[in-house]
Every structure is written in structure tokens, then in C-alpha cells.
């Protein structure tokens, strides 16, 4: 099994920066391409962004280029989402969840196979 846990979300103004981290603490991650995800209140989850196991490549939604950045650290096993310039709309429990694969780059959660707990990030007007 494994186990993915966020952490570094909380409650921050618009225009503000969070820098949300993503770890298993016994499952290397390096050989998985991997994802965040955001769900919002009484909305579905959705893509936010993703990139492939050795970081070369990524992927993001049209509503967050620009603004929020994901990388990755093999050799901590962990992975990030920065996220700057903040907005009310960015409100939402933040998952990060391990791609199927490697190389490949998916936005649909049905090629996501493990998803951590969530953090929440809340943006204040």
C-alpha cells in the first residue's frame, strides 16, 4: 500500500504564495509520473497539474499556468506544487496522487492509482 501525504497548505491572502509538498515515506516515487489535483466545495475534483517520473516534462490546467508550479526531488521522494499569486478561486483541498506510468502525462484521476489524505489551501479576498 501506499501512502502519500501533503502537507503545507493553510489560509492565505490573495497574492500570496504556498509551496505545498507531497511524500511516501516507503514507496519510491521516482519510477511514477505524478499529479495534483484540487477539489473545491460542491464541485468535482479537478486537474491541476502533473509531471513525469524524472521531471522532464509537465503538464498543467488552463486555469493555473503561470501562477502554480509542480516539480519534483527523487532523491527526497517528494513532490511540490508552488503556487504564487493566489486567488479566492484556488480555494480547495489539494490531493497528490502517483500516475500509473512513467512518461506519460494524464489529466483524468482514472489514471491515478494512489491519492493522499489532502491538504487544505484557503484564499482570502
Known amino acids: 500500500q501506499v501512502q502519500l501525504v501533503e502537507s503545507g497548505g493553510g489560509f492565505v491572502q490573495a497574492g500570496d504564495s504556498l509551496k505545498l509538498s507531497c511524500t511516501a515515506s516507503?514507496?519510491?516515487?521516482?519510477?511514477?509520473?505524478m499529479g495534483w489535483f484540487r477539489q473545491a466545495p460542491g464541485k468535482e475534483r479537478e486537474f491541476v497539474a502533473a509531471i513525469t517520473g524524472s521531471g522532464s516534462r509537465t503538464d498543467y490546467a488552463d486555469s493555473v499556468k503561470g501562477r502554480l508550479t509542480i516539480s519534483r526531488d527523487n532523491d527526497k521522494n517528494t513532490v511540490y506544487l508552488q503556487m504564487n499569486d493566489l486567488r479566492p478561486g484556488d480555494t480547495a483541498v489539494y490531493y497528490c496522487?502517483?500516475?500509473?506510468?512513467?512518461?506519460?502525462?494524464?489529466?483524468?484521476?482514472?489514471?491515478?492509482?494512489?491519492w493522499g489524505q489532502g491538504t487544505q489551501v484557503t484564499v482570502s479576498s
Open positions: 516507503e514507496s519510491p516515487l521516482r519510477t511514477y509520473a
Open positions: 496522487a502517483r500516475g500509473i506510468n512513467y512518461n506519460c502525462l494524464y489529466q483524468s484521476s482514472a489514471y491515478y492509482d494512489f
